[in-house]
């Protein structure tokens, strides 16, 4: 028999005042190590553990790649890391993008649900999209308790509602409530029944950790579906076997369909951004070459160049509404 002493904890927007909220709560002789990924910008420095040291009675450090985890510690992933956990240490690798970000919460789900099985606790709080929820989902199924944040008083509530609407959670919780919860669950004796033997987990944090071996394999689960990774143009794959609908590119780019959704709308605005600097870069040339016809008494040409510099402009036009004010593009 063992403790649920693994918590993993992955959150986005908003995350910080709920994570401050969380450690504020629990007790200073915390029985279990927990683990925390925030969506951070690559090039940021974070002070999380200097926030959270404030914040409660508990140690707050970033883990040093291989390092010893510790029950009554928290360990924060720096920014550009994933943080995935096995064998009682933490790995910290800059592993293929999952869901648009590194550090990513499903990469730290995924190697504690592999790992420890029924000894996690994995916790979803407030956060756009549904990073987190695929990783909730494997916890789940490897018997370890799924914890989510009340979506009604989450900052930005994407995460939580998309883990509920994707498997049957064991707990939604108000933040102000969160800590005695994880105190009593921290608690439980549970046998160690479901850790390890799972070579699909496995594989998967292989790729997080850059495993060359993991990624040349052929053998990879899934089909090869009609859709480009956006992080290297390779196909990307989509994965059988899961509830939710999720994808992986040849070097380990990984997507759920929202998060691809989402990179694809943002390669269409930059096309369009792109679409619009052109045609306005075409205008403004086609009038320079007017005033130089006009120089030379060219009248014809003068005002063939002005005809294109009007359409360049006007197609510039509908895409400036567009992209700034959402209109529609009118019929031609």
Request: aromatic letters at 4%.
């Given at each position: 028999?063992a ?27 915390f ?21 959270l040291?404030?914040a409660?009675?508990?140690p ?8 010893a ?11 550009d890391h994933?943080l995935?956990i096995e ?8 592993g ?13 789900f995924?190697s504690a ?11 979803v709080l ?15 199924r ?11 008083e ?8 998309n ?13 102000a ?26 594989k ?18 899934g089909t090869p ?15 059988t076997?899961?509830e939710i ?5 040849r ?6 369909a ?40 060219q ?14 402009e ?19």
């Amino acid at each position: 028999m063992a403790e649920r002493n693994i918590i993993v904890i992955g959150c986005s927007v908003g995350g910080v005042e709920a994570l401050q909220t969380l450690v504020a709560g629990l007790p200073a002789k915390f029985p279990a190590s927990l683990f925390i990924v925030l969506h951070l910008a690559p090039e940021t420095t974070s002070v999380l553990p200097k926030i959270l040291n404030r914040a409660g009675s508990l140690p707050v450090s970033h883990p040093h790649n291989g390092e010893a985890f510790r029950p009554g510690h928290i360990y924060v992933a720096p920014p550009d890391h994933h943080l995935v956990i096995e064998d009682g240490r933490m790995r910290l690798t800059r592993g293929p993008k999952e869901n648009r970000h590194r550090p990513a919460v499903d990469p730290l789900f995924r190697s504690a649900a592999c790992y420890y099985g029924r000894r996690v606790i994995g916790v979803v709080l407030t956060g756009a999209l549904d990073d987190g929820t695929a990783g909730l989902l494997n916890i789940k199924r490897r018997g370890g308790v799924a914890v989510v944040q009340d979506p009604e008083e989450a900052l930005a509530e994407d995460m939580p509602r998309n883990a509920i609407g994707s498997m049957p959670v064991d707990y939604v919780v108000r933040m102000a409530n969160m800590p005695n919860l994880l105190t009593e669950l921290a608690a439980q004796q549970v046998s160690e029944n479901g850790a390890g033997g799972s070579s699909r987990l496995t594989k998967e944090t292989q790729f997080a950790e850059l495993d060359m071996d993991a990624i040349e394999d052929e053998n990879r689960p899934g089909t090869p579906s009609q859709f480009a990774c956006p992080d290297c143009g390779g196909v990307l794959w989509e994965l059988t076997e899961e509830e939710i609908l999720r994808f992986r590119c040849r070097v380990g780019h990984a997507y759920t369909a929202e998060s691809l959704s989402a990179d694809q709308n943002d390669a269409v605005e930059s096309a369009l951004w792109a679409a619009m600097r052109a045609l306005e870069e075409g205008a403004s040339l086609a009038k320079r070459l007017a005033a130089r016809a006009k120089e030379r008494k060219q009248e014809r040409i003068v005002k063939r160049f002005l005809e294109r510099a009007k359409d360049k402009e006007q197609q510039a036009e509908v895409l400036r509404k567009l992209l700034l004010h959402g209109q529609e593009v009118p019929a031609a």
